[in-house]
Nanobody, 121 residues
């Protein structure tokens, strides 16, 4: 069974940091672009970041650019999202998802169950 499992969410104060992990089981992440997508309460899902599988190129939504960093460790079959300078508006469920074909997170076929990030004082 192909699975993605997110971890690392939690409660953090504004200005704090968290690192999310997305680990694959049943398949190798080497051949997939991996995206992080979030959904805040009452809002639609929005793409946060994406990392290409072939050249390692990355994409960030404007609202997180300069604060979030996506990286991958293929040896650990894991992708990370380092989140710094967190804001209340970053509160959401964060999902990772795998794209087997486009390299740009446009065909996300495998999804994790999500991890909750709450930014609050």
């Amino acid at each position: 069974q192909l699975q993605l499992v997110e971890s690392g969410g939690g409660l953090v104060q504004p200005g704090g940091s968290l690192r999310l992990s997305c680990t694959a089981s049943g398949f190798t992440l080497d051949y997939y672009a991996i995206g992080w997508i979030r959904q805040a309460p009452g809002k639609e899902r929005e793409g946060v970041s994406c990392i290409n599988n072939s050249d390692g190129s990355t994409y960030y939504a404007d609202v997180v650019k300069g604060r979030f960093t996506i990286s991958r460790d293929n040896a650990k079959n894991t992708v990370y999202l380092q989140m710094n300078s967190l804001e209340v508006e970053d509160t959401a469920v964060y999902y990772c998802a795998a794209d087997p074909s486009t390299g740009r997170c446009r065909d996300l076929e495998i999804w994790g169950q999500g991890t909750l990030v709450t930014v609050s004082s």
